[in-house]
C-alpha cells in the first residue's frame, strides 16, 4: 500500500509553472512533473528530519586551503582524531601546487556533525568550505 501512486492536483501561476517545466526537462530522462514533485517532497522531508534535534545524519564538508598554512593539517588532524567516532573517511585532493580540496564524511547526531563542521570551517587557514547533511530517508 505504501508504494500505490495518490493523485492530487497543483494549481500555481502559470509563469511558475512554466519555470518548473524548464527545471523538468533539465533533469533528465524519464523525469516528469510528478517525479519532480516527488523528488521535492522528499528533498523538504529529508531537512526537516536533519533538523530535528537528535537526529542521525550523514554529513559531507568540504573544504579549500592552502597547504602552506602554518601548521593547519596538524590542526585539522586534530579536530578530525578528537573525532575520530564521527569522522567516517577524508579525502584528499591536490587542487594545484598551492591549494588543496578534503572531504570529511560524518556520520552521528545533527548537532555534533554541526559543531564539528564549525570547528574545521573556523580553522584558521581554511578558505572556504560547506557541510551539506542529509538521511536515508527512511524515517522522513
Do not use: W
Not at 517545466?21 to 522528499?42: F, P
Not at 550523514?58 to 602554518?70: K, M, N, R
Not at 593547519?72 to 579525502?91: A, G, P, W
Request: proline share 1%; glycine share 6%.
Amino acid at each position: 500500500m505504501a508504494h500505490e501512486l495518490m493523485r492530487f492536483s497543483v494549481a500555481m501561476p502559470e509563469d511558475l509553472l512554466m519555470r518548473f517545466d524548464r527545471l523538468v526537462g533539465t533533469r533528465g530522462l524519464a523525469r516528469n512533473r510528478s517525479e519532480a514533485v516527488r523528488d521535492l517532497v522528499r528533498d523538504a522531508l529529508v531537512e526537516a528530519e536533519c533538523a530535528t534535534p537528535g537526529a542521525e545524519v550523514y554529513g559531507t564538508l568540504t573544504i579549500v586551503y592552502s597547504h602552506h598554512a602554518s601548521d593547519l593539517q596538524e590542526k585539522l588532524h586534530q579536530i578530525q582524531h578528537e573525532h575520530f567516532s564521527v569522522i567516517v573517511s577524508t579525502t584528499h585532493v591536490h587542487v594545484d601546487a598551492h591549494m588543496c580540496l578534503e572531504v570529511i564524511i560524518m556520520h552521528g547526531e545533527a548537532a555534533l556533525i554541526q559543531s564539528i563542521a564549525n570547528m574545521i570551517l573556523g580553522t584558521k587557514g581554511v578558505e572556504n568550505g560547506r557541510l551539506v547533511v542529509t538521511t536515508t530517508g527512511r524515517d522522513a
